[in-house]
């Protein structure tokens, strides 16, 4: 066992009785989950989460009282995020005969949060194992996050870029003391070199943010296994509880474990969306786009350092090439889809931009969405008619332009979706690449596909109907930067294409 790992207390009486179902009074084997820090019991309708006794380089669950007060901070911090499936704190107990319970009068030997139980395969981790995980359920997830983080008291004293690099040095240790244990030497030199560099490079913007108010107390574990479906709603659960230091961060390296773990398990197109979801509705500048590389591969190297310690070391050398992969510098372009209302741009930009070069493919700029929040109209709700006069639209494409220009110069490739109907905007969307590879994609279809697409849309931020539509007209002198596709086929195809035309 590495140095600074020890077991404190022999928790195997309780785990006997907790697990036999003696303990909870169900008469029967209760199914049991060991993770990093935690037992979970498995009953018929509940679940136990029993504390391990452990002492790491990173926490101290040695005691009674300290796993006592890491249960009541669990249970405070996941009744904001998942209230229905929280329930309470309770003692583990011996009584005069020696009988283990949870709860009852006796000795108080241990404690357990009791959690409701989901269904089995509502786990996020399982439906992606199934091929089950949709964009739609990971938009409920991302809005779940993005409230949560949003209800959270802005905190100035924490946040620092020393404070990530003391996570840093504590990844060191703790792989270090893993590859000890193993009779190895640690693998992640140049990984830790390159956290170290990127920490120094961003720390002006690491200490803007947190001046900013975005250092927030976040979920702090935020993977799949830790995101689930409870009576029909997306819910993330289990916190990280034994050290809200260590949960209080900039909101963006707490979201990133979850684009880390989607890129992990090969769902580029997923993390693209949460992404883009996330940006839209916390209303993320998109100079912040630059600290996405270093905060996914700082999870990713948490993942690789916990792996090893685990003496996995086949998943912890997949986590350190993902972050190697991520940090690894890119040549960020700038693709612009424009064309009348149902030419299908917004579902071109959907599935072109995860195949674009950024840790989660490309930003995708909307002006509907642009628009929406402009005016303070939520995304599906129609905005006033002057959103739409002359003036007001030019304003929302150099808005889109300003944007572009901001996340490309962050490091990021950039889709652009409008109309761009007028001739200025589709100027100024050229401009924004200034020296960045720039394509203009002009999309074209027959006006009853158009029409029928239009129709067709639910809960979209387009407030064009139909007749709108068909009032448009192609503009004329479309300049060479601009490229005519035919959209009347599927997207696939069209994206295919679109592929082929990028080097």
Same mark, same amino acid.
């Given at each position: 066992?590495?140095? &600074? ?11 006997t009785a907790l697990e036999s179902g003696d303990a909870t009074g169900e008469g029967r084997p209760l199914g049991r989950i060991d993770t990093h820090m935690s037992h979970l019991f498995v009953g018929e309708g509940r679940v136990y989460k029993l504390k391990r006794s452990r002492r790491l380089p ?69 439906? $992606? ?21 949003? @209800?959270?008291? @802005? ?30 030497? #640690? ?6 070199? *390159? ?40 819910? #993330?659960?289990?916190a990280l509880e034994f050290d809200p230091a260590l949960a209080t961060t900039d909101i963006l390296y707490d979201f990133a474990f979850l684009l880390m773990d989607l890129r992990a398990r090969g769902l580029d197109g997923l993390a693209n969306v949460a992404m883009n979801q996330y940006w839209d509705l916390s209303r993320q500048p998109q100079d912040a786009l630059a600290l996405l590389p270093l905060f996914m591969a700082l999870r990713a190297a948490v993942r690789m350092a916990v792996a090893v310690e685990a003496a996995d070391l086949v998943q912890a ?28 741009? @917004? ?13 989660? &493919? ?38 889109? $332009? ?20 007028? #001739?200025? $905007? ?10 960045? #590879? ?28 139909? *007749? ?31 592929? $082929?035309?990028?080097?």
């Amino acid at each position: 066992m590495p140095e &600074g790992a020890s077991v404190a207390f022999d928790q195997t009486a309780i785990v006997t009785a907790l697990e036999s179902g003696d303990a909870t009074g169900e008469g029967r084997p209760l199914g049991r989950i060991d993770t990093h820090m935690s037992h979970l019991f498995v009953g018929e309708g509940r679940v136990y989460k029993l504390k391990r006794s452990r002492r790491l380089p990173f926490v101290d669950m040695s005691s009674l009282e300290t796993r006592r007060r890491a249960c009541e901070a669990e249970l405070a911090v996941n009744r904001a995020l998942a209230p229905a499936l929280y329930e309470a704190v309770l003692p583990i107990v011996r009584n005069q005969a020696g009988a283990i319970s949870v709860g009852g009068v006796g000795t108080t030997i241990d404690w357990v949060v009791v959690m409701h139980r989901f269904p089995d395969g509502a786990l996020f981790d399982d439906l $992606a194992e199934g091929g089950r995980l949709t964009p739609d359920l990971v938009r409920d997830a991302t809005a779940a996050i993005s409230s949560f983080h949003a @209800s959270q008291p @802005s905190r100035t004293d924490i946040g620092h870029a020393v404070d990530y690099r003391r996570i840093v040095d504590g990844l060191r240790r703790l792989e270090a003391d893993g590859a000890a244990s193993l009779g190895l030497e #640690p693998a992640s030199d140049l990984l830790f070199g *390159a956290l170290e560099h990127e920490i120094a490079r961003l720390a002006p913007t690491i200490e803007a943010r947190r001046r900013a108010g975005w250092t927030r107390r976040g979920h702090g574990d935020l993977h799949l296994r830790n995101i689930c479906i409870f009576d029909g709603r997306v819910t #993330p659960f289990d916190a990280l509880e034994f050290d809200p230091a260590l949960a209080t961060t900039d909101i963006l390296y707490d979201f990133a474990f979850l684009l880390m773990d989607l890129r992990a398990r090969g769902l580029d197109g997923l993390a693209n969306v949460a992404m883009n979801q996330y940006w839209d509705l916390s209303r993320q500048p998109q100079d912040a786009l630059a600290l996405l590389p270093l905060f996914m591969a700082l999870r990713a190297a948490v993942r690789m350092a916990v792996a090893v310690e685990a003496a996995d070391l086949v998943q912890a050398d997949a986590y350190r090439k993902l972050a190697l992969a991520v940090l690894r510098p890119s040549t960020p372009r700038l693709l612009a889809i424009g064309g009348l209302s149902g030419t299908g741009k @917004s579902t071109l930009a959907a599935a072109i931009a995860p195949r674009l070069s950024g840790p989660c &493919g490309a930003r995708l700029l909307r002006t509907d969405v642009i628009r929406k929040a402009a005016v303070g109209a939520p995304r599906a709700a129609p905005a006033a008619s002057q959103a739409y006069q002359p003036e007001a639209r030019a304003a929302i494409y150099t808005l889109l $332009a300003e944007q572009a220009g901001e996340a490309l110069r962050a490091g990021s490739s950039v889709v652009a979706d409008g109309t761009f109907r007028e #001739p200025t $905007a589709r100027a100024q969307i050229e401009a924004a690449s200034k020296g960045h #590879p720039f394509l203009g994609l002009w999309l074209k279809a027959p006006a009853s596909v158009r029409g029928g697409r239009v129709t067709a849309r639910k809960n979209d931020a387009s407030d064009a109907t139909a *007749a709108i539509a068909l009032e448009q007209t192609e503009p004329e002198g479309l300049k060479a930067a601009w490229r005519v596709l035919d959209a009347d086929r599927t997207v696939d195809r069209l994206a295919d294409d679109v592929g $082929a035309l990028l080097p």
